[in-house]
Each structure stands twice: as structure tokens, then as C-alpha cells.
């Protein structure tokens, strides 16, 4: 079993930085990667940023890329998201979720075994 603690969500004014952690605990051998996705109100959740855990190679949606990056902490078991140059529209609650299977499409939700309970992340204008 795995569980998945997210941190760094708040409010930050458009133009602005936040990052985000996610510290796993319990299983992590096997793990293929680790990903973020958000929801925000009204909408569904959607693919934000994921990593291969054993290559470290990154995928990221059109939405964030340039301005949003994933890294990851062997060590530490943590995954975290950078987020620069926040805009309103990224105003979500942001999920981490972790995949320990050889699927191949990191942006599909139903690919990842275990997710973590959000955190909100706020951009005012």
C-alpha cells in the first residue's frame, strides 16, 4: 500500500511561483512513475505533468509546458512540481498519483494506482 501527501498548495497572485511536493510512503519498488493532475471547479481532472521514475523522462500537458516542471527525489521518495508563471486558469486542487504498471499512456487517469487527497492552488488576476 501506498500513501501519497501533497504540500505546497496556496494563493499566489498571477505572474507568480508555487511548488508543489508529494511524499510517498509504504511501497515504492516497481514504481514506473509518478504524475500530477488537477481539477478545477466545474471541470474534470486533467493531466498536468508526469515522470518516468527509472529514466526520469518528463511529460507535460500543452496547457503548462514552458512554464511548469516535474522532478523527482529518489532519496526522498518525492515528486515535485514547479510551477512558474502562474495564470487563473491553473486555479485547481492539484492530485499526485502514482503508477506501478508498464502502461504507456502517462496522461490517462485510470493508469495510475494510487493518488493523494489534493492540494488547492489559487492564482488571482
Known amino acids: 500500500q501506498v500513501q501519497l501527501v501533497e504540500s505546497g498548495g496556496g494563493l499566489v497572485q498571477a505572474g507568480g511561483s508555487l511548488r508543489l511536493s508529494c511524499a510517498a510512503s509504504?511501497?515504492?519498488?516497481?514504481?514506473?512513475?509518478m504524475g500530477w493532475f488537477r481539477q478545477a471547479p466545474g471541470k474534470e481532472r486533467e493531466f498536468v505533468a508526469a515522470?518516468?521514475?527509472?529514466?526520469?523522462?518528463?511529460y507535460y500537458a500543452d496547457s503548462v509546458k514552458g512554464r511548469f516542471t516535474i522532478s523527482r527525489d529518489d532519496a526522498k521518495n518525492t515528486v515535485y512540481l514547479q510551477m512558474n508563471s502562474l495564470k487563473p486558469e491553473d486555479t485547481a486542487v492539484y492530485y499526485c498519483?502514482?503508477?506501478?504498471?508498464?502502461?504507456?499512456?502517462?496522461?490517462?487517469?485510470?493508469?495510475?494506482?494510487?493518488w493523494g487527497q489534493g492540494t488547492q492552488v489559487s492564482v488571482s488576476s
Open positions: 515522470i518516468n521514475w527509472r529514466n526520469g523522462n518528463t
Open positions: 498519483a502514482d503508477k506501478y504498471n508498464s502502461r504507456l499512456t502517462y496522461s490517462r487517469q485510470s493508469n495510475y494506482n494510487y
Open positions: 509504504g511501497r515504492a519498488l516497481g514504481r514506473d512513475a
